[in-house]
C-alpha cells in the first residue's frame, strides 16, 4: 500500500472521527439554544392566554410555527460553538498534536467542518427561504384567530373582549352567561377610518333569525363618533338600539404576502406576489439579499471557530467563548443595519448587506490562514491572554475590596 493511499484512508478515518466530535456538541448546544429563544415568547402568549382566555391549543400551534424563525438564529450559533468546543477538547486532549504528527494540516483538519458548514449553508436557503416565510403567516393567521376568534359569544365582567377584529367591548357587570350586561363599554373603528365610542346602562346579546350571528343591543347610553378629519359628532339613545352584528365565525384571514418577511425566495427575485403588489422594491431586494447572506455566512462560521478553538486549548474556554459570541452579535447586527438602510431606501441594500459579508469572510480567512501557518500560535492567543489578565485583575481588586469589608462587618 502506498503512503498516499495510507494517508488518504487515514484522513476519511479522521473526518470521521471529528464529525463524532461534532456531533454531541451540536446536538446538545441546538436544543437549548432552541428552547431559549422560544422561551421567552412562549411565557408571552401563554400571559395573553390567561388574560384573554384564548384557547391553549392555538398557543401551541403558534409556538411550533415559530420553530423555523427562531431554528434559523440557533444553527448558526450551535454551529459555531459546536466546532469551538470539539476543537477545543482535542486541543486539551493533546490529539491535536498527534494529528500534527501525522503530517496533515489545519486546513486538512478543517475540510469536515468546511464541507458541514457548506450543507447547512444550502440547508438554510431552504430555511430562510422557504419554510420560514409559510410558517410566518400561519404563525400571523393563528395569532389572529387567537386574538379574534376565541370569543365564546359571551362577554365576562371586567374584561376586554374582541368583537371581529374592530371593536372591543366590556362590561362593569354581567350575567351567568355573559349575555345580559350592565355598564357597557364599546369601542369600534370601522373601515373609513373613524372611531365610535358607546357607553350604555344596559346592553344584551341576542341571536340573529340564521344563528349565524350575535347582535349587540344596548339601552340608555351615549355615542360619540370621531371621522377621520378629527371632527366628532355624539348622539344619546334611550329605548334599545342595535349597535352591530358580530359574526360567530370569523372571516378568513388574509392572504399570504402582505409584507417581504412571508414572501418565498423566488416570490423576492420576481418582485413580490399578488397580495404583496404594494411592498417596495427595496424591501424585497433588502430582504432577498439578507437571507442570502445568511445562509453563505454558515461555512465561514466552521472556519472561524477551528481557529478559536485552538486559541482555547491555552486560556479558558469561556474568554473565547465571550469573544466568539462578541463577534458573532457584532457581525449579525451590521447585517440587520445594511437591511434595514436598504429597507427605507437609504442606500442599495446590495453593498449595505454584502460589504459586511465580506469584511467578515476577509476576516475569517485571514484569520484562518494564520493558524494555518503557525498552528502552535493561535491568531486569538493574545487577546484572549489579555482578557484572562484583565480577569485576574478585576477578580484580585474585588477579592482586596471584599477583606476591608469582611472585616469592619465582624
Known amino acids: 500500500m502506498s503512503a498516499k493511499r495510507y494517508h488518504g484512508g487515514q484522513a476519511r478515518r479522521l473526518d470521521r472521527y471529528l464529525l463524532a466530535q461534532l456531533q454531541g456538541p451540536l446536538l446538545a448546544a441546538l436544543p437549548v439554544l432552541l428552547l431559549a429563544l422560544l422561551l421567552e415568547r412562549l411565557l408571552r ?39 469551538y468546543v470539539a476543537v477545543a477538547k482535542l486541543g486539551e486532549a493533546h490529539e491535536l498534536d498527534a494529528i ?99 357607553t350604555a346602562e344596559h346592553g344584551h346579546l341576542e341571536p340573529t333569525a340564521d344563528r349565524q350571528q350575535l347582535r349587540l343591543v344596548l339601552e340608555g347610553g351615549e355615542q360619540l363618533t370621531t371621522l377621520p378629519d378629527g371632527r366628532t359628532r355624539s348622539s344619546r339613545f334611550t329605548d334599545a338600539t342595535t349597535l352591530r352584528d358580530v359574526a360567530l365565525i370569523l372571516p378568513p384571514f388574509r392572504e399570504r404576502g402582505a409584507d417581504e418577511r412571508e414572501l418565498t425566495m423566488d416570490e423576492l427575485w420576481r418582485g413580490g406576489s399578488a397580495a404583496g403588489a404594494g411592498i417596495a422594491p427595496s424591501r424585497l431586494r433588502s430582504e432577498l439579499h439578507g437571507r442570502l447572506a445568511r445562509a453563505a455566512s454558515l461555512p465561514l462560521l466552521g472556519l472561524l471557530a477551528v481557529p478559536m478553538g485552538l486559541a482555547a486549548k491555552r486560556a479558558r474556554r469561556w474568554h473565547g467563548a465571550a469573544l466568539g459570541a462578541l463577534i458573532l452579535v457584532l457581525y449579525q447586527h451590521a447585517l440587520q443595519l445594511g437591511e434595514s438602510l436598504g429597507d427605507v431606501g437609504k442606500v442599495d441594500p446590495r453593498p449595505a448587506i454584502w460589504g459586511p459579508f465580506l469584511l467578515f469572510a476577509i476576516f475569517t480567512l485571514l484569520v484562518f490562514r494564520r493558524a494555518n501557518r503557525h498552528p502552535s500560535e493561535g491568531p486569538f492567543d493574545a487577546a484572549l491572554d489579555r482578557v484572562e489578565t484583565v480577569a485576574r485583575v478585576i477578580g484580585g481588586l474585588a477579592r482586596a475590596w471584599r477583606r476591608p469589608a469582611a472585616k469592619a462587618a465582624e
Request: aromatic share 12%; net charge positive; proline share 4%.
Open 45 to 83: 402568549l401563554f400571559d395573553v392566554a390567561a388574560r384573554t382566555g384564548g384557547p391553549i391549543e392555538l398557543v401551541l400551534g403558534m409556538v411550533v410555527n415559530l420553530g423555523p424563525h427562531y431554528l434559523g438564529l440557533a444553527i448558526p450559533a450551535a454551529f459555531f460553538a459546536a466546532v
Open 100 to 198: 500534527w504528527g501525522t503530517g496533515l494540516s489545519l486546513s486538512r483538519l478543517a475540510r469536515p467542518f468546511l464541507v458541514l458548514g457548506i450543507v447547512l449553508g444550502i440547508g438554510g436557503i431552504g430555511l430562510y427561504g422557504y419554510a420560514q416565510p409559510y410558517t410566518r403567516y400561519t404563525y400571523r393567521a393563528l395569532y389572529d384567530a387567537f386574538i379574534h376568534a376565541r370569543w365564546n359569544a359571551t362577554v365576562p365582567a371586567g374584561v376586554f373582549t374582541h368583537l371581529g377584529r374592530d371593536a372591543v367591548v366590556t362590561a362593569d357587570r354581567a350575567s351567568g352567561d355573559g349575555r345580559t350586561l350592565e355598564k357597557v363599554f364599546v369601542f369600534q373603528r370601522r373601515g373609513d377610518g373613524s372611531e365610535i365610542v358607546t
